[in-house]
């Protein structure tokens, strides 16, 4: 059983620093692509960033491209996103999910089907 559970998320002062986690359960980090997404209030979610870690390839909105970063933990199966330079227009709740590697569409969350609960971040000062 395919499980994604996220942490990390909480309140930050614009320009500062974030990092979220998403440990995974029930499947091989290596066999899926993994995506995170985030959806603020009113807005359809949108895609942050995604990766095929087997492949060492990664994708990024060009709303994050520079500030956000994807990584994984080798002896753990998780996952993780560096947040840098929050602005307030990043706030959100952010999901971890898990699905089919399509290479640089991979930010359209309907190649994915299984999620995590969410954690919310929010930059305000």
């Given at each position: 059983?395919?499980?994604l559970v ?10 500062g ?8 359960s029930?499947?091989?980090l ?15 979610r ?5 990766m ?12 994050v ?8 933990d080798n ?31 991979c930010?359209?969350d ?9 954690t919310q ?5």
């Amino acid at each position: 059983q395919v499980q994604l559970v996220e942490s990390g998320g909480g309140l930050v002062q614009p320009g500062g620093s974030l990092t979220l986690s998403c440990t995974a359960s029930g499947f091989t980090l290596d066999d899926y692509a993994i995506g995170w997404f985030r959806q603020a209030p009113g807005k359809e979610r949108e895609g942050v960033s995604c990766m095929r870690f087997s492949y060492r390839i990664a994708y990024y909105a060009d709303s994050v491209k520079g500030r956000f970063t994807i990584s994984r933990d080798n002896g753990k199966n998780a996952v993780y996103l560096q947040m840098n330079s929050l602005k307030p227009e990043d706030t959100a709740v952010y999901y971890c999910a898990a699905g089919r590697w399509v290479g640089s569409i991979c930010l359209r969350d309907r190649f994915f089907g299984s999620w995590g609960q969410g954690t919310q971040v929010t930059v305000s000062s």
